[in-house]
């Protein structure tokens, strides 16, 4: 069966930190991967999607940049995180046209 | 025009009656058409999906589409009190890889 690991659950960074949240799924090949935010008390904001390796659509650029080195590895990345990154962010899996899983989430609190 | 509209609720309903949910998106290509279900602090979890007009049953679960006026809804039969939560509508935009969810309307089931 296939899963989803997301980490680190929980995050408190300074402002103007670095940022590098891991995704990574198990049991299937070549998934359509995505990275999106949750701010409180609000939907689910798309940020980045990837169809295959090295291939990133960006919904919201501003300073977040997505990358994915192997088939099953998502990375979102920022060089200097500013007070409105704080939320929930999600990875999720899916096959084309399919229903997405989601991981566990990371809840990121710049302070 | 957002991509993917819900009302925001709160929608109160009582232990043991329909609940109904409702949602619209703005591709009239759109052909995958997903419902999830999200307790506070977690990650959502997929209900149905949902790719053809008419209704999809699954247990207490009805998901109903009419493509024509590019509305998806969900009915909940018999509420529990357990039912209490965010869900979301998702749409597939169009023949596109991205997935928009939509703000999402919260459910309260009162004993």
């Known amino acids: 069966s296939q899963t989803i690991h997301q980490w680190p659950a929980t995050l408190v960074q300074p402002v103007g930190s670095p940022l590098s949240l891991e995704c990574t799924v198990e049991?299937?090949?070549?998934?359509?991967l995505y990275w999106y935010r949750q701010a409180a008390g609000r939907g689910l904001q798309l940020l980045f999607y990837s169809v295959g390796i090295g291939q990133i659509s960006s919904e919201v650029p501003q300073n977040l940049s997505a990358s994915r080195p192997q088939d099953r590895q998502f990375i979102l990345s920022s060089k200097k995180l500013l007070l409105s990154d704080s939320g929930f962010y999600l990875c999720?899996?899916?096959?084309?046209?399919?229903?997405?899983?989601f991981g566990q989430g990371t809840r990121l609190t710049v302070v | 025009q957002k991509e993917v509209e819900q009302n925001s609720g709160p929608l109160s309903v009582p232990e043991g009656a329909i609940a109904s949910l409702n949602c619209t998106y703005s591709d009239r290509g759109s052909q995958s058409f997903f419902w999830y279900r999200q307790y506070s602090g977690k990650s959502p979890e997929l209900i149905m999906s949902?790719?053809?007009?008419g209704d999809k049953e699954d247990g207490r679960f009805t998901a109903q589409l009419n493509k024509a006026s590019q509305y998806v809804s969900l009915l909940i039969r018999d509420s529990q009190p357990s039912d209490s939560a965010t869900y979301l509508c998702a749409v597939n935009m169009g023949d596109t890889d991205k997935l928009i969810f939509g703000t999402g309307t919260r459910l309260q089931v009162f004993p």
């Open positions: 949902i790719y053809s007009n």
């Open positions: 049991g299937t090949s070549n998934p359509n």
């Open positions: 999720a899996w899916r096959t084309v046209f399919s229903e997405a899983f």
